[in-house]
């Protein structure tokens, strides 16, 4: 449809047909009243925040639009908003109406709804708390009109349930009722493909919070439910138990590892805890243990050392260090594994039997001290005999190795344990921190993740409780009817 202005001749088009009462002429901003072709007075442009265009079209919700006419009204001296009428093909209208970069999506009730004093209720019985009442005047406007423009003081009571609100437009012997919901901006960019929007300013009178606090906490709820019942799954899926306890003496780890027997690990991963003892007294240690799946030949190596140290200073005892040390392998997945052990202490540690006197049959070995004394070791168990007198020991050899028809061998054994190299301070020497006893232990599961997850979700919760107060807090301190205490 088109209409040309009779003031200046402007041809006003819209793309969309209805019956119009009034319309703006684009170019002289004269009213023209359709019925006299005549211009009834001057309008103001809209130009404040004005983003759409008379004509523009736009998708909202599945349903395009056409807009036909813009105003702009005016509260007190500098106090705006703009409202949009859409129309659909189908001759149906909506309203758009935006203050303060927010944006709410209205349409005209079919029946009135009931007025209490703090309150409203319509006919669904839907109550809507009373906002506020605003008196306004039509500050600008362009477009196509149904109805003859009214230019009286026209006013507004809006009503608000959410982010819903109902309002009633009084203006002289006129009153309408609307229904209107929060729109997202970026709905209204997208439906008009506009590049900028006014922004945001303070809290609209319907605008949701961030997120529902009420869903979010069912969704928690039913999180905090799935942990709890796969903590109780892999609690009792697996069980806690030593996997591995031995005494290693550091002389069996000269210059090699030593391979511990397999394991098997099942049930949820958790941490490995290994606990190295030694007794050092002003000295170190060196434990290196290197955990190996045997599945996937990965390694995890840790190194730790253990060592303590004591004295008198001024009078005073001091110490540092300890005998005892602890580490973890962190999140060992269910498998089967092996050690690899190394040690070392501070001096070394060498097997004084290995250079003493060795049996023809390899199985014992012999060594003497610097006090005189024999100590004979089995090689098999390791036992240690000692002998105090030479000659009972020769002839405990001569009998083990029957040389008891060999004269001229037992004066050979006897010249050999005559003239033997000594192991000055043996045993004492040796016998000191000798060995590290190394112990392995699957941990319990741990509960730490676990109660991390559930004091963060209560605090969640607790912040959206008092984010979603302060957020209606402010959304109703314009209100002379705010449900919260103002002092």
């Not at 684009?26 to 007075?41: D, P, T």
């Not at 606990?275 to 799946?293: C, E, K, P, R, T």
């Not at 014992?364 to 007198?389: H, P, Q, T």
Request: proline share 3%; charged share 25%; glycine share 6%.
């Amino acid at each position: 449809m088109y209409y040309v202005c009779p003031v200046c001749e402007k041809n006003n088009e819209l793309a969309i047909d209805f019956s119009v009462e009034e319309y703006i002429c684009s170019s002289c901003s004269s009213l023209i009243g359709i019925e006299k072709n005549a211009s009834r007075k001057i309008i103001k442009k809209p130009v404040e925040n004005v983003v759409l265009e008379v004509g523009q079209k736009g998708m909202i919700y599945g349903t395009e639009y056409c807009v036909i006419n813009i105003i702009v009204k005016k509260y007190g001296e500098n106090i705006f908003w703009r409202e949009y009428t859409l129309k659909d093909p189908s001759g149906n209208n909506v309203y758009l109406s935006e203050s303060d970069g927010h944006w709410v999506l209205l349409h005209l009730l079919d029946s009135a709804f009931k007025d209490f004093k703090h309150y409203a209720e319509t006919a669904d019985g839907r109550k809507y708390r009373w906002y506020e009442t605003t008196p306004c005047s039509i500050h600008s406007a362009a477009g196509f009109f149904e109805d003859k423009i009214d230019f009286k003081l026209a006013k507004y009571k809006e009503y608000v349930n959410g982010t819903e609100m109902i309002s009633r437009e009084e203006s002289g012997n006129s009153v309408q009722f609307f229904k209107g919901n929060h729109i997202s901006k970026y709905t209204i960019k997208k439906a008009f493909g506009l590049k900028e929007l006014p922004d945001y300013s303070g809290i609209g009178i319907v605008e949701p919070f961030f997120f529902d606090v009420k869903q979010g906490i069912n969704i928690i709820g039913v999180s905090a439910l799935l942990i709890c019942l796969i903590q109780l799954y892999v609690v009792m899926s697996r069980t806690n138990q030593t996997l591995f306890e031995q005494e290693i003496k550091f002389a069996d780890l000269n210059e090699k590892e030593l391979v511990s027997k397999s394991f098997s690990l099942s049930g949820a991963s958790a941490p490995l805890k290994v606990n190295a003892y030694s007794d050092v007294d002003n000295s170190w240690a060196n434990v290196g243990i290197s955990l190996v799946n045997e599945k996937t030949n990965e390694i995890a190596y840790t190194s730790k050392d253990i060592e303590r140290y004591s004295g008198y200073e001024d009078g005073e005892s001091w110490s540092e260090g300890s005998q005892s040390e602890e580490f973890n392998f962190c999140g060992v997945a269910p498998g089967n594994y092996h050690f690899l052990i190394s040690a070392e202490k501070e001096g070394g540690a060498a097997d004084p039997f290995k250079l003493g006197y060795q049996l023809q049959n390899g199985d014992f070995s012999v060594i003497k001290n610097d006090l005189g004394n024999f100590y004979m070791r089995n090689n098999k168990d390791e036992n240690v005999a000692v002998y105090y007198e030479q000659e009972k020991l020769k002839n405990e050899i001569s009998m083990m190795v029957n040389l008891a028809e060999k004269p001229l061998e037992i004066k050979k054994l006897d010249s050999v344990l005559t003239n033997m190299s000594l192991e000055t301070g043996y045993p004492e020497k040796y016998e000191r921190n000798s060995s590290v006893k190394i112990k392995a232990a699957w941990q319990p599961v741990s509960f730490w993740n676990f109660a991390i997850i559930i004091i963060l979700s209560l605090t969640f919760i607790a912040v959206s409780f008092v984010g979603r107060r302060i957020f209606e807090l402010n959304k109703w301190k314009n209100s002379s009817n705010s449900p919260y205490p103002t002092h």
